[in-house]
């Protein structure tokens, strides 16, 4: 996700978190930094792989992993996705953001106590 923060500096969101990062001060530094790693910023690769088995994206769907990054187990990606409505999406990182708050590195959750994952299709990449 992308904001425009107060001060004017465009930033990257990680939605787990709710962590904003600055990217650029400029809308054409944005484009530039989102133009350098298109694949890893906008995660088109997925989208593309979502696509070729799915058919299309509609216009408010986001795929979001079945467990939320901060919490896997490993660092590789996941392969099991959760087609979700871009509104609950946002509003299932928001609960979990705030539900991990104040949470020790490894303590144990159950992410369904944050309503995650958003309702939505469940795919699973071969």
Known sequence: MF???????????DPEPGEPTVM?????????????????????DLAHRWQLANGPLGRRQRLVPNVPFVLAETARAPDVWV???GRDAALAYARLSVGL???????RVDVSDFGWPPDGEVWTEP
């Open 24 to 44: 650029a001060g400029d809308l054409e530094g944005w484009a530039r930094a989102l133009l350098d790693d298109s694949p890893g910023e906008t995660g088109r």
């Open 83 to 85: 087609c979700a409505d």
């Open 101 to 107: 708050r104040g949470k020790p590195d490894g303590a």
């Open 3 to 13: 904001a425009l923060s107060p001060d004017r500096a465009f930033v990257r969101v």
